[in-house]
Protein backbone atom coordinates (compact mmCIF):
# COMPACT_ATOMS: atom_id res chain seq x y z
CA UNK A 1 0.00 0.00 0.00
CA UNK A 2 1.41 3.13 -1.05
CA UNK A 3 0.42 6.95 0.53
CA UNK A 4 1.30 9.61 -1.73
CA UNK A 5 -0.14 13.34 -3.07
CA UNK A 6 -3.27 12.72 -5.71
CA UNK A 7 -2.09 14.04 -8.99
CA UNK A 8 -4.21 15.50 -11.88
CA UNK A 9 -3.16 12.04 -13.46
CA UNK A 10 -5.30 10.71 -11.18
CA UNK A 11 -8.81 12.36 -11.28
CA UNK A 12 -10.30 9.87 -13.86
CA UNK A 13 -9.76 7.08 -11.27
CA UNK A 14 -10.50 9.47 -8.23
CA UNK A 15 -13.53 10.93 -10.01
CA UNK A 16 -14.60 7.04 -10.39
CA UNK A 17 -13.90 5.72 -6.77
CA UNK A 18 -16.43 9.12 -5.41
CA UNK A 19 -19.20 8.02 -7.93
CA UNK A 20 -19.05 4.50 -6.68
CA UNK A 21 -18.47 5.39 -3.15
CA UNK A 22 -21.12 8.30 -2.64
CA UNK A 23 -23.13 7.29 -5.78
CA UNK A 24 -23.97 9.74 -8.80
CA UNK A 25 -22.06 9.81 -12.06
CA UNK A 26 -18.03 10.51 -11.68
CA UNK A 27 -17.51 14.20 -11.40
CA UNK A 28 -13.91 14.75 -12.84
CA UNK A 29 -14.53 18.60 -13.04
CA UNK A 30 -15.34 18.28 -9.28
CA UNK A 31 -12.05 17.08 -8.46
CA UNK A 32 -9.56 18.64 -10.21
CA UNK A 33 -11.44 22.04 -8.99
CA UNK A 34 -10.54 20.56 -5.67
CA UNK A 35 -6.76 19.84 -6.62
CA UNK A 36 -6.50 23.72 -7.99
CA UNK A 37 -7.61 25.18 -5.19
CA UNK A 38 -4.45 23.31 -2.55
CA UNK A 39 -2.71 20.91 -4.61
CA UNK A 40 -0.37 19.50 -2.12
CA UNK A 41 -2.95 18.64 0.05
CA UNK A 42 -4.81 15.97 -1.77
CA UNK A 43 -3.53 12.19 -0.89
CA UNK A 44 -4.23 8.90 -2.28
CA UNK A 45 -4.02 5.24 -1.25
CA UNK A 46 -2.80 3.04 -3.91
CA UNK A 47 -2.06 -0.68 -3.96
CA UNK A 48 -0.82 -2.68 -6.99
CA UNK A 49 -1.16 0.16 -9.26
CA UNK A 50 -4.97 0.61 -7.96
CA UNK A 51 -6.39 4.23 -6.24
CA UNK A 52 -8.68 2.38 -3.30
CA UNK A 53 -8.76 5.71 -1.21
CA UNK A 54 -8.02 9.64 -1.45
CA UNK A 55 -9.26 12.73 0.34
CA UNK A 56 -7.57 15.98 1.22
CA UNK A 57 -7.83 19.19 2.83
CA UNK A 58 -7.81 22.86 1.67
CA UNK A 59 -6.13 25.52 3.71
CA UNK A 60 -7.50 29.27 4.53
CA UNK A 61 -5.06 30.75 6.77
CA UNK A 62 -5.80 29.01 9.83
CA UNK A 63 -8.66 27.39 9.28
CA UNK A 64 -8.28 24.30 6.92
CA UNK A 65 -11.26 22.12 5.45
CA UNK A 66 -11.00 18.43 5.13
CA UNK A 67 -13.00 16.48 2.90
CA UNK A 68 -14.20 13.97 0.38
CA UNK A 69 -12.60 11.29 2.24
CA UNK A 70 -13.11 8.31 0.20
CA UNK A 71 -12.64 4.07 -0.02
CA UNK A 72 -13.10 1.86 -2.51
CA UNK A 73 -16.25 0.15 -1.21
CA UNK A 74 -15.07 -3.24 -1.09
CA UNK A 75 -11.98 -2.22 0.88
CA UNK A 76 -14.21 0.47 3.74
CA UNK A 77 -13.37 -0.03 7.74
CA UNK A 78 -9.76 -1.27 6.92
CA UNK A 79 -8.38 1.75 8.15
CA UNK A 80 -7.68 3.61 4.53
CA UNK A 81 -9.70 6.44 5.21
CA UNK A 82 -8.31 7.22 8.61
CA UNK A 83 -4.44 6.92 7.02
CA UNK A 84 -5.97 9.82 4.11
CA UNK A 85 -7.62 11.80 6.76
CA UNK A 86 -4.57 11.67 8.89
CA UNK A 87 -2.15 12.57 5.75
CA UNK A 88 -4.17 15.40 5.09
CA UNK A 89 -4.35 16.93 8.91
CA UNK A 90 -1.39 16.65 9.19
CA UNK A 91 -0.37 18.39 6.38
CA UNK A 92 -3.12 20.89 7.13
CA UNK A 93 -1.11 21.49 11.02
CA UNK A 94 2.31 21.81 8.96
CA UNK A 95 0.73 24.84 7.19
CA UNK A 96 0.13 26.55 10.53
CA UNK A 97 -3.88 25.52 10.75
CA UNK A 98 -4.87 25.34 14.18
CA UNK A 99 -8.87 24.42 13.75
CA UNK A 100 -9.67 21.68 11.12
CA UNK A 101 -13.46 21.66 9.81
CA UNK A 102 -15.12 18.96 7.87
CA UNK A 103 -18.82 17.72 7.41
CA UNK A 104 -19.01 14.22 7.97
CA UNK A 105 -21.53 11.51 6.21
CA UNK A 106 -23.63 9.12 8.81
CA UNK A 107 -20.69 6.47 7.94
CA UNK A 108 -17.81 8.70 8.69
CA UNK A 109 -18.88 10.05 12.02
CA UNK A 110 -16.80 7.22 14.27
CA UNK A 111 -14.01 7.88 12.28
CA UNK A 112 -13.92 11.67 12.58
CA UNK A 113 -14.77 11.06 16.38
CA UNK A 114 -11.56 8.35 16.71
CA UNK A 115 -9.03 11.31 15.21
CA UNK A 116 -10.43 14.06 17.92
CA UNK A 117 -13.09 15.81 16.10
CA UNK A 118 -16.17 17.43 17.95
CA UNK A 119 -19.59 18.75 17.15
CA UNK A 120 -19.90 22.20 15.66
CA UNK A 121 -23.44 22.32 14.12
CA UNK A 122 -25.15 20.34 11.55
CA UNK A 123 -25.03 21.18 7.12
CA UNK A 124 -29.56 20.47 5.83
CA UNK A 125 -29.54 19.41 2.44
CA UNK A 126 -32.31 20.78 0.27
CA UNK A 127 -33.26 19.32 -3.29
CA UNK A 128 -35.38 19.94 -5.90
CA UNK A 129 -35.88 21.91 -9.17
CA UNK A 130 -36.73 25.45 -7.93
CA UNK A 131 -38.94 28.31 -9.13
CA UNK A 132 -37.97 31.76 -8.33
CA UNK A 133 -40.37 34.02 -6.10
CA UNK A 134 -42.88 36.33 -8.37
CA UNK A 135 -40.43 39.75 -8.27
CA UNK A 136 -41.42 42.17 -5.56
CA UNK A 137 -39.90 45.55 -6.01
CA UNK A 138 -36.47 46.28 -7.67
CA UNK A 139 -33.83 43.67 -8.64
CA UNK A 140 -31.70 46.30 -9.84
CA UNK A 141 -28.90 46.27 -7.26
CA UNK A 142 -28.59 42.16 -8.11
CA UNK A 143 -25.25 42.08 -11.36
CA UNK A 144 -23.42 39.47 -12.64
CA UNK A 145 -20.24 39.13 -10.40
CA UNK A 146 -17.19 40.12 -12.15
CA UNK A 147 -13.16 39.38 -11.20
CA UNK A 148 -13.39 43.39 -9.91
CA UNK A 149 -15.86 41.89 -7.12
CA UNK A 150 -14.14 39.70 -5.46
CA UNK A 151 -11.87 41.60 -3.05
CA UNK A 152 -14.87 43.05 -1.72
CA UNK A 153 -17.38 39.84 -2.10
CA UNK A 154 -14.17 38.07 -0.03
CA UNK A 155 -13.78 41.01 2.92
CA UNK A 156 -17.84 40.40 3.27
CA UNK A 157 -17.63 36.63 3.30
CA UNK A 158 -14.93 36.16 5.72
CA UNK A 159 -16.23 37.09 8.84
CA UNK A 160 -19.12 34.87 8.40
CA UNK A 161 -17.06 32.26 7.01
CA UNK A 162 -14.65 32.34 9.73
CA UNK A 163 -11.57 32.46 7.52
CA UNK A 164 -9.99 34.68 4.10
CA UNK A 165 -11.28 32.44 0.99
CA UNK A 166 -11.15 34.83 -1.62
CA UNK A 167 -9.08 31.99 -3.80
CA UNK A 168 -12.05 29.25 -3.56
CA UNK A 169 -14.17 32.57 -4.29
CA UNK A 170 -12.03 33.64 -7.08
CA UNK A 171 -11.82 29.99 -8.57
CA UNK A 172 -15.38 29.37 -8.32
CA UNK A 173 -16.27 32.63 -10.15
CA UNK A 174 -13.94 32.27 -12.79
CA UNK A 175 -15.40 28.61 -13.70
CA UNK A 176 -19.39 29.46 -13.38
CA UNK A 177 -19.36 33.32 -14.31
CA UNK A 178 -22.43 33.00 -16.28
CA UNK A 179 -24.19 31.73 -13.26
CA UNK A 180 -22.29 34.07 -10.31
CA UNK A 181 -24.25 37.20 -8.64
CA UNK A 182 -23.19 39.92 -6.59
CA UNK A 183 -25.81 42.82 -4.86
CA UNK A 184 -24.61 46.38 -3.94
CA UNK A 185 -27.07 48.12 -1.49
CA UNK A 186 -27.59 51.86 -2.05
CA UNK A 187 -24.07 53.31 -1.50
CA UNK A 188 -22.71 50.47 -3.83
CA UNK A 189 -21.14 48.49 -1.28
CA UNK A 190 -21.35 44.62 -1.90
CA UNK A 191 -24.61 43.15 0.72
CA UNK A 192 -24.11 39.74 -1.09
CA UNK A 193 -23.61 37.13 -3.48
CA UNK A 194 -24.69 33.63 -4.96
CA UNK A 195 -23.41 31.23 -7.04
CA UNK A 196 -24.93 28.05 -9.07
CA UNK A 197 -22.54 25.34 -9.81
CA UNK A 198 -23.67 22.45 -12.39
CA UNK A 199 -26.60 21.18 -9.86
CA UNK A 200 -26.04 23.23 -6.80
CA UNK A 201 -26.81 26.39 -5.53
CA UNK A 202 -23.45 28.17 -3.06
CA UNK A 203 -21.50 29.62 -1.92
CA UNK A 204 -24.25 31.77 -0.82
CA UNK A 205 -24.20 34.83 1.72
CA UNK A 206 -26.38 38.18 2.65
CA UNK A 207 -26.27 40.72 4.66
CA UNK A 208 -30.02 39.85 5.78
CA UNK A 209 -32.84 37.76 4.52
CA UNK A 210 -34.22 40.45 1.80
CA UNK A 211 -31.20 40.67 0.02
CA UNK A 212 -30.86 37.05 0.33
CA UNK A 213 -33.96 36.30 -1.72
CA UNK A 214 -33.54 38.85 -4.39
CA UNK A 215 -29.76 36.81 -4.97
CA UNK A 216 -31.61 34.01 -5.18
CA UNK A 217 -34.47 34.67 -7.10
CA UNK A 218 -31.99 36.15 -9.77
CA UNK A 219 -29.78 33.22 -9.32
CA UNK A 220 -32.93 31.27 -10.21
CA UNK A 221 -34.07 32.51 -13.23
CA UNK A 222 -34.11 30.30 -16.40
CA UNK A 223 -33.32 27.05 -13.85
CA UNK A 224 -34.67 24.00 -15.47
CA UNK A 225 -32.45 21.70 -14.10
CA UNK A 226 -32.69 19.97 -10.27
CA UNK A 227 -30.70 21.53 -8.27
CA UNK A 228 -28.91 20.54 -4.23
CA UNK A 229 -27.51 23.19 -1.67
CA UNK A 230 -26.01 22.51 2.09
CA UNK A 231 -27.40 25.22 3.78
CA UNK A 232 -26.15 26.48 7.15
CA UNK A 233 -28.86 28.33 8.85
CA UNK A 234 -33.16 28.49 8.83
CA UNK A 235 -33.09 31.50 6.55
CA UNK A 236 -31.21 29.71 3.85
CA UNK A 237 -33.75 26.39 4.50
CA UNK A 238 -36.53 28.75 4.49
CA UNK A 239 -36.15 30.50 1.16
CA UNK A 240 -34.96 27.42 -0.58
CA UNK A 241 -37.84 25.09 0.79
CA UNK A 242 -40.32 28.79 -0.67
CA UNK A 243 -39.03 28.32 -4.07
CA UNK A 244 -40.12 24.55 -3.96
CA UNK A 245 -36.97 22.67 -3.00
CA UNK A 246 -37.61 19.42 -0.64
CA UNK A 247 -35.51 19.14 2.93
CA UNK A 248 -33.25 16.30 3.00
CA UNK A 249 -31.02 14.64 5.07
CA UNK A 250 -29.28 16.30 7.91
CA UNK A 251 -25.29 16.18 8.43
CA UNK A 252 -23.13 17.15 11.04
CA UNK A 253 -20.63 19.79 10.64
CA UNK A 254 -17.07 18.97 13.05
CA UNK A 255 -13.94 20.44 14.01
CA UNK A 256 -10.56 19.69 15.46
CA UNK A 257 -9.11 22.51 17.32
CA UNK A 258 -10.31 25.58 18.32
CA UNK A 259 -13.76 26.98 17.70
CA UNK A 260 -13.61 29.58 15.06
CA UNK A 261 -15.72 32.96 15.49
CA UNK A 262 -17.99 33.57 12.80
CA UNK A 263 -19.96 36.44 12.56
CA UNK A 264 -24.24 36.40 12.66
CA UNK A 265 -23.82 38.97 10.00
CA UNK A 266 -23.25 38.85 7.34
CA UNK A 267 -26.13 35.32 6.79
CA UNK A 268 -23.28 32.84 5.60
CA UNK A 269 -26.37 30.63 3.97
CA UNK A 270 -25.04 27.71 1.59
CA UNK A 271 -21.48 25.87 1.01
CA UNK A 272 -19.45 25.67 -1.73
CA UNK A 273 -18.95 22.18 -1.75
CA UNK A 274 -19.15 19.75 1.33
CA UNK A 275 -15.63 18.84 0.31
CA UNK A 276 -14.05 22.50 0.67
CA UNK A 277 -16.73 24.22 2.75
Not at 66 to 75: H, N, Q
Amino acid sequence: MVLRRLTLEDVPAGARLTAAAFGGEPREARLRRYLALGPEGWFALEEAGTLVALGGAVAFGSLAWLGLIVVEPGRQRQGLGGAVARAAIDWARGRGCSTICLIATPAGVSLYRRLGFVPDGDSHELSGTPRPAPPVGEASSVRSWTPEDTPEIARLDAPAFGADRSRLLAAYAREFSGSAWVARDGRGRVSGFILVQDDLIGPWCAVDEEVAGRLLDVALGGVTRTLRAGVLDEVGARLLASRGMVPGRSLPRMRLGPSVPRTARPLLLAHASYAVG
